[in-house]
């Protein structure tokens, strides 16, 4: 295996962005493999690489990883993003469990039908100014530090960032509400790691068009139309 991590996925966002988002802040380098064809696939699976026969899958330290929040939480353990204690890690976990279910809205956006796009914009803007921002807000408010959990970067900073900028590409002033969350994008986007992912020509990927969908469809024979929630 590689030296450095190496992960199998799409060449677009998907459920890996959140590793290479991590991997990154982390100041991780590493390889990508991306799948094109079903045949590809096919050679992971019968391979046993796939040990629930879906990607994302990583390779690394002598592992072949599955399932995304296992490989995550690796990755913030070994790295030491993920608190100094179990208290902490409890935190971590319910800030990240909290801004997973923000970014499922998001995770099928690019398969919808152009009508439901237009609705599930209006439940993503929805959803995140009412029930997940103002809940970063106050604990940034209420706490006065400049990270989410015991005033150390971790984890929950690098997903929560992530989801900010996901949910403003769908309504650009959607933190103007949110003064705390202004404060904590501008501090994290200034972590030389993150900075460096989000210039140009990083390994970060842009926001999923036509050939990312046409390609995921075709590689997991996904033949359904996707509903808006």
């Known amino acids: 295996?590689?030296?450095?991590?190496?992960?199998?996925?799409?060449?677009?966002?998907?459920?890996?962005?959140?590793?290479?988002?991590?991997?990154a802040a982390a100041g991780v380098e590493f390889e990508e493999e991306f799948l094109e064809t079903r045949d590809q696939y096919e050679k992971l699976l019968q391979g046993g690489s796939l040990l629930f026969q879906q990607v994302p899958m990583v390779e690394m330290d002598g592992m072949r990883m599955v399932q995304t929040r296992a490989i995550l939480s690796y990755i913030a353990a070994k790295y030491n993003l993920y608190g100094k204690d179990l208290k902490e890690r409890a935190?971590?976990?319910m800030y990240v469990g909290g801004t997973d279910d923000l970014m499922g809205f998001i995770l099928m956006f690019?398969?919808?039908?152009?009508?439901?796009?237009?609705?599930?914009?209006?439940?993503?803007?929805?959803k995140a100014t009412s029930r997940y921002f103002p809940v970063y807000e106050k604990v940034l408010k209420d706490h006065g530090q400049d990270f989410?959990?015991?005033?150390?970067?971790?984890?929950?900073?690098?997903?929560?960032l992530e989801a900010i900028l996901m949910v403003e590409e769908k309504k650009s002033d959607v933190l103007s509400g949110f003064p705390q969350l202004q404060a904590f994008k501008a501090r994290i986007s200034s972590i030389p790691t993150?900075?460096?992912?989000?210039e140009p020509g990083s390994q970060r990927k842009p926001v999923p068009d036509d050939k990312y969908v046409e390609?995921?469809?075709?590689?997991?024979?996904m033949y359904y139309d996707v509903k808006a929630n």
């Open 194 to 198: 993150i900075k460096k992912f989000l």
């Open 215 to 221: 390609t995921v469809r075709r590689v997991l024979q």
């Open 1 to 23: 295996m590689s030296a450095k991590p190496k992960l199998y996925y799409f060449a677009g966002r998907g459920k890996m962005e959140s590793i290479r988002w991590l991997l």
């Open 148 to 160: 989410l959990v015991g005033n150390n970067f971790s984890w929950a900073d690098v997903h929560l």
């Open 91 to 93: 935190l971590i976990d």
């Open 110 to 126: 690019p398969f919808l039908s152009a009508e439901d796009k237009e609705k599930q914009r209006a439940i993503i803007v929805q």
